[in-house]
T-cell receptor
């Protein structure tokens, strides 16, 4: 069974440009989460989808970040316009609905560098 | 930090030695999990300990939980070079989002 995949693995852009990150969760997983780790700091929650609906977007830093999950399958996270402080590693995770405990399966992450 | 501190921030040991990492958290919990991140890879779930458990083992891993002190420790016995990674504890917040500590960077030298 394929795990969570993320694309691209690395992205280097200039301040002010737009970047779109993609996450493909494990097939059949209703829950999809986005997290990010800014340089040297802890991993922080961004938002959570249940199927195509946003369950919790309390971690989204500002309105330059837009996440979608049309059709309840893959998700995209767009940063527009990117700022220097957006640099970091963006992780996606998924889990099945109704898990008896909250193990989340993580993708390899997208390393974003904003110059 | 939402989570609290992990201690130490970095740990360097020789193969065969044991490694102990500690984690503190701030709120009441249902469970606490430990994850590992190898360089350039995603987070891998290692072990979960429930709030009514005090100790749990999985292979060379031993996790303890002290809810009165709001702390947990992860012990890796007989470490190997392949254990070199960053280790994170995580608790569960609202809607099951994970709340991570800052992590401990472990380097195991052959």
């Amino acid at each position: 069974e394929a795990g969570v995949t993320q694309f691209p693995s690395h992205s280097v852009i200039e301040k002010g440009q737009t970047v779109t990150l993609r996450c493909d969760p494990i097939s059949g997983h209703d829950n999809l989460y986005w997290y990010r780790r800014v340089m040297g700091k802890e991993i922080k929650f961004l938002l959570h989808f249940v199927k195509e609906s946003k369950q919790d977007e309390s971690g989204m830093p500002n309105n330059r970040f837009l996440a979608e999950r049309t059709g309840g399958t893959y998700s995209t996270l767009k940063v527009q316009p990117a700022e220097l402080e957006d640099s970091g590693v963006y992780f996606c995770a998924s889990s099945p609905r109704g898990s008896s405990y909250n193990e989340q399966f993580f993708g390899p992450g997208t390393r974003l560098t904003v110059l | 930090s939402q989570q609290g501190e992990e201690d130490p921030q970095a740990l360097s040991i020789q193969e065969g030695e044991n490694a102990t990492m500690n984690c503190s958290y701030k709120t009441s919990i249902n469970n606490l999990q430990w994850y590992r991140q190898n360089s350039g890879r995603g987070l891998v779930h290692l072990i979960l300990i429930r709030s009514n458990e005090r100790e749990k083992h999985s292979g060379r891993l031993r996790v303890t939980l002290d809810t009165s002190k709001k702390s947990s420790s992860l012990l890796i016995t007989a470490s190997r070079a392949a254990d070199t990674a960053s280790y994170f504890c995580a608790t569960t917040g609202g809607y099951n989002k994970l709340i991570f500590g800052a992590g401990t960077r472990l380097a195991v030298h052959p």
